[in-house]
């Protein structure tokens, strides 16, 4: 490629040393079109070598005590955080992101995984019984359980990464982590803190490359003994099929077809910013995004003219300005599929109020081949609709009528996913009972997007297996062991 001398070129992290690759993927700035980064493509050979790497490792990271490597965590937090801008302006410009979100939500989030992990590791606490009749007390003892193989998806790429790095070596586990390689730069940043950390070689691997070979060597490796995988269920399925011979521990956190429930009671001047928030933060490309939204018939006309109105003041364009909300899709491929489902929505007889096909898309000149989209609301859809059923994972949203809770909780329930859900009313009984109804792993009332990392996160049904969180994920990356002493 003649350009090639221009572009940035990343190295697989093996064993505490930065290794060129023999092939590589191009990579692309979303919010131009064009190729700005070479990314290994590797492969069952460099998986291989960062398996050895990490099982090499294992031993004197496992024997080191949770203070330990709690310091260490928080050095590398330390040290994330003293660069968080220039972190924040590569997820922007790999990701297409925009730079406000990249600075106020990815970054510190990740920093924040970090020292989350390095806490909770020093206060989590065994169990013990005692049995006087038999002379016996029993307790339970948790060690690491080796090698993890860790994937993570491209929306939030440092954030979802980190969210799975942390716990495992927190634990004493090493790990093996292939991030997505539409979104490789930031993981390849971060590399290159570990030694000023103190992370020991070996510890943390980063193999860069496309899920079908690296993704699938690592999965089938023998020796990773558990896999924690971020991204779509169509996936999800395969590595569910691919790890099944070496009965492997896996944590499956999936997609998304989340309901938004608004009743006649609900504070608008709350409920609306925030959905329409919870609707195209980050290009609607966030698991957790509100794709259909119920309202409660009496106020659906109100409701409908403000969402669209707060919608239209969202503005799309260079990730890069501060005064943006809506960046970049991920990709070329990934803009017409979003683009697709509006099209068949109108083919089914909705009604596009604004966004995508109705109004103009003005981009700089510098942005012109990005893969920009506007917020797009769609009306008079039916539930049987793709739209309604299917994971769009971009800025679309579907508004449509209810009237009663108990109908209401049917429709939002009828769906193969079951990952978050957001209740909007002024009625204690009320948002409990929904609550308590929803077939969703995450429901958030009167409110979106509030996290305790202490407490589980993960979904329902298609949405995925296990659960994440600080007891979750201590109890994922260790094995317990019972033991009993007679005396």
Same mark, same amino acid.
């Given at each position: ?117 390095a806490s909770s590791i020093l206060h989590h606490v065994t169990e013990c019984t005692e049995m006087p009749t038999m002379g016996c007390v029993h307790y339970t003892s948790r060690a690491p359980v080796g090698v993890a193989g860790l994937i ?50 070996? %510890?943390? &691997?980063? *193999?860069?490359? +496309?899920? $079908?070979?690296?993704?699938?060597? /690592? ?5 990773? !003994? @558990? ?110 599929? %979003?683009? &697709?489902? *509006?099209?068949? +929505?109108? $083919?089914?007889?909705?009604?596009? /109020? ?5 109004? !103009? @898309? ?126």
């Amino acid at each position: 490629m003649a350009h090639s001398k221009a572009l940035l070129v990343l190295e697989n992290f093996i064993g505490g040393k930065f290794v060129p690759c023999s092939s590589y993927i191009d990579s692309y700035n979303p919010s131009t079109g064009d190729v700005y980064c070479r990314v290994p493509d590797s492969g069952k050979e460099e998986v291989e070598a960062a398996v050895k790497a990490a099982k090499e490792a294992f031993p004197i990271w496992s024997s080191k005590s949770p203070l330990e490597r709690s310091q260490i965590l928080n050095k590398l937090a330390d040290l994330i955080e003293h660069d968080l801008e220039a972190f924040a302006q590569a997820e922007s410009k790999d990701q297409g992101k925009t730079i406000t979100f990249a600075r106020t939500v990815d970054i510190p989030r990740a920093v924040h995984n970090f020292r989350f992990f390095a806490s909770s590791i020093l206060h989590h606490v065994t169990e013990c019984t005692e049995m006087p009749t038999m002379g016996c007390v029993h307790y339970t003892s948790r060690a690491p359980v080796g090698v993890a193989g860790l994937i993570s998806p491209w929306n939030l790429p440092l954030y979802l990464l980190t969210w799975k790095i942390a716990p495992a070596i927190a634990c004493g586990n090493t790990v093996v982590a292939k991030p997505s390689e539409m979104t490789s730069v930031t993981a390849w940043m971060m590399c290159k803190l570990m030694e000023k950390a103190g992370v020991p070689p070996g %510890v943390v &691997n980063v *193999v860069f490359g +496309a899920g $079908a070979k690296a993704g699938e060597a /690592l999965v089938c490796h023998p020796d990773v !003994p @558990l896999i924690s995988f971020t991204g779509s269920t169509l996936t999800a399925q395969r590595i569910t099929e691919k790890s099944a011979p070496h009965c492997k521990r896996l944590s499956l956190e999936l997609g998304g077809k989340n309901p938004a429930i608004i009743f006649d009671d609900a504070d608008l001047g709350q409920c609306i910013p925030t959905t329409v928030r919870s609707s195209f933060a980050n290009q609607g490309e966030i698991c957790l995004c509100t794709s259909r939204i119920f309202v409660q018939r009496g106020i659906y006309s109100e409701f409908l003219k403000r969402f669209v109105e707060e919608t239209k003041k969202w503005k799309t364009g260079n990730p890069s300005d501060p005064t943006i909300n809506v960046g970049a899709l991920i990709s070329k491929e990934h803009l017409e599929k %979003v683009r &697709n489902y *509006v099209k068949k +929505a109108q $083919a089914e007889g909705a009604r596009v /109020l604004c966004g995508e096909g109705v109004d !103009p @898309l003005a981009l700089p000149p510098g942005n012109q081949k990005g893969y920009f989209m506007l917020p797009t609301v769609i009306a008079e859809v039916k539930d049987e609709s793709c739209c309604m059923q299917e994971e769009i994972f971009g800025p679309v949203t579907c508004v449509v009528p209810f009237d009663t809770e108990e109908e209401v909780i049917r429709r939002a329930n009828g769906v193969k996913y079951g990952l978050a859900a957001t209740v909007w009313s002024g009625n204690v009984g009320r948002v409990h009972r929904v609550a308590h109804r929803l077939q969703s792993g995450l429901v958030w009332t009167n409110c979106w997007l509030v996290r305790d990392l202490n407490l589980p996160f993960g979904g329902m049904k298609a949405s995925g297996i296990g659960r994440e969180g600080a007891k979750d994920s201590y109890e994922f990356f260790t094995e317990v062991k019972t033991i009993t002493i007679k005396h």
